[in-house]
C-alpha cells in the first residue's frame, strides 16, 4: 500500500516562494507517475504537474508552465514541488498522487481518475 505524505505549504506573499514535499512509502512498483493537484475553494481539482519516477519526463500546466518545477529524489523517496513567482490564483489544497504504471510517457497519467494513490494535501494560500 503506497502512503503520500505532504508539507511545505502555508500563507506567502504574491511573488514569493514555496516548496511542497511528498514523501512516498510503500512503493513496490519500479515505475509510478507522481502528480500534484490542487483544489480551489469551489472549483474542481486540476493537474499542476507530473513526474515518472523512472525516467523524470514532466508535465506542467499552462497556468504554472516556467513558475512551477517538479522532481523527485529517489534517495529519500519523495517528489517536489518548487514553486516561485506565486500568485493569489494559486491558492489551492495541495495533493500529491501516484500511480503504478509501466509506460513511460507522462500523457498517461494527466487525470485524478488515473491516480490511485492521494495525499491528505498541503494548504497554500498566496496573499495579494
Known amino acids: 500500500q503506497v502512503q503520500l505524505a505532504e508539507s511545505g505549504g502555508g500563507l506567502v506573499q504574491a511573488g514569493g516562494s514555496l516548496r511542497l514535499s511528498c514523501v512516498v512509502s510503500?512503493?513496490?512498483?519500479?515505475?509510478?507517475?507522481m502528480g500534484w493537484f490542487r483544489q480551489a475553494q469551489g472549483k474542481d481539482r486540476e493537474c499542476v504537474a507530473v513526474?515518472?519516477?523512472?525516467?523524470?519526463?514532466?508535465y506542467y500546466s499552462e497556468s504554472v508552465k516556467g513558475r512551477f518545477t517538479i522532481s523527485r529524489d529517489n534517495d529519500k523517496n519523495t517528489v517536489y514541488l518548487q514553486m516561485n513567482s506565486l500568485k493569489p490564483e494559486d491558492t489551492a489544497h495541495y495533493y500529491c498522487?501516484?500511480?503504478?504504471?509501466?509506460?513511460?510517457?507522462?500523457?498517461?497519467?494527466?487525470?485524478?481518475?488515473?491516480?490511485?494513490?492521494w495525499g491528505q494535501g498541503t494548504q497554500v494560500t498566496v496573499s495579494s
Open positions: 498522487a501516484a500511480t503504478p504504471t509501466s509506460m513511460s510517457f507522462v500523457t498517461v497519467a494527466l487525470t485524478e481518475a488515473k491516480y490511485n494513490y
Open positions: 510503500g512503493r513496490t512498483s519500479t515505475n509510478y507517475a
Open positions: 513526474i515518472m519516477w523512472r525516467n523524470m519526463d514532466t
